[in-house]
Structures are given as structure tokens and as C-alpha cells.
């Protein structure tokens, strides 16, 4: 039996973390067998490359050292846990994927998005999530959410500017497949946002068995 591979992606603030760990449980409950994992991270490896990523005191890291680190990470998280999962027919939810690498290291830092998907392609192999959730948020509110939660990590100390380029290059990607990927609005509280995922999943279910 085919598994199924699901991906959220957002700025920070908007409640992916939350979100993805709600839709697991609430696919639990109905039967589903789900691993729940993020990236970076994921597998060990994926870990310490999550620490090195986010450390604040890690400021001097340069643009490209950085790629290369998101695409290391991804290649073993799929390669030790995705893969095995989806063969052995479970539901995979992912909090960031591929598209997480090209928003931010593509439209927020502004690296060549041919270069990126040269090696999206060396580090994935062209694999991507059958269905992302994309929740959508303007980045002051989403900066302000982490702030209140006293969530801080190297990215959210980008200036304003950065984080609004990086919610457009999302928005950029979902133009352009719209089938996989899809927007969903990131306000409100957070049973209202998950019925929103939970509509989005339930429809794309029904859609790919008819």
C-alpha cells in the first residue's frame, strides 16, 4: 500500500508545528497510521544540522553555507525516515520541506533558483509531497506570534523586509502548482485554521481516489 506525504510550509508564526501535530492525532483517530516529523531535523543527523541552522550565534553563516546544510539535512531525512515510511503505507507529515529551501534561500536571500533546484534535485531527486499546506500569514503578525511565545531562532532575527520576501516567493510557488499546493489562511484561532487543513486534506483524499 502507498503511503501519503504531507508538508507544511509558512513564515514563522504560523502555527505549523501546531497545526501538523493536530492533523497527525486527528488522522490517528481515524485509523491512519502517521509519522509526524520536521526539518530541518527529523532523523539525528537532521538534529545537529537543526542546531548549527538556528543558533542564534551563528550570524556570520554565510548564504550558501546554509543551502547546503538545509539540502544535506533533507537528503537523509528522506532517506532514513520518509522513504521507509511511505513504502511501509504510512501517512508522513512534515513540518517544511523543499519549498521551505526555495522561499527562503531563493526569494529571502536571493540565491539563483537555478542553482537551488540543481540541488534540490541532487538532494531529493525531484521528490515532493503529494499535498503542502501552505498556512498564509502577513509577517508582522506571524514575528509578533514567536515574540509573544518567546520564540526566537536565527531566521526571525532577519529584518521585516526579509520575512515579506519570503511569504511572497511562497505565494509565487503555489501560482505555480496550484494542485499541490495549497494556500490556506493562517488567521484566527487554531481550531478554526485546523478545520480549515482538515477540509483541505479530506478533499484532497476524496479527490485522488475518485
Known sequence: MKGLFISFEGIEGTGKTTQARLLAEYLKARGQDVLLTEEPGGTQIGKRIREVLLNVEHREMGSLTELLLYNASRAQHIHELILPALKAGKVVITDRFSDSTTAYQGYGRGIDLKLLKSLDNIATGGFRPDLTCLLDLDAETGLRRNRGA????????????FHKRVKDGFLKLAEKEHGRIRVIDASGNVNDIQNRIRETVEGFLKSSIN
Do not use: A, S
Open 150 to 161: 518567546n520564540k526566537i531562532d536565527r531566521l526571525e532575527l532577519e529584518e521585516i523586509d
